[in-house]
């Protein structure tokens, strides 16, 4: 998405990232890999429960790669795991 950050403004798309990490790993990790997007905390898990993509083991609470795509109706119109190419996510749109 990073690379593609043209692309989804022309379509009028908002890129954000969720996760639970911190505000200074995210800090880190958008300098390290020069992100253009905006990155969330999500310290509780809250957003990431609300999209089913908290993966329990046992104690251990990870994200699951999820893509979520939302008009601004507020419609879900794109949903899926993993790494999407961006054409697949922009078609939704």
Aim: proline letters at 2%; zero cysteines; hydrophobic letters at 40%.
């Amino acid at each position: 998405m990073r690379d593609d950050a043209q692309r989804y403004a022309e379509k009028g798309v908002v890129v954000f990232g969720i996760n639970s990490g911190s505000a200074a790993s995210h800090e880190r990790f958008a300098q390290r890999y020069q992100m253009n997007i905006r990155l969330l905390v999500d310290r509780d898990l809250t957003v990431a429960r609300r999209y089913d993509a908290v993966l329990a083991l046992g104690p251990l609470k990870l994200v699951k790669r999820t893509v979520v795509g939302i008009d601004q109706g507020g419609k879900i119109i794109f949903y899926q795991r993993g790494s999407p190419n961006t054409d697949e996510i922009l078609a939704a749109f």
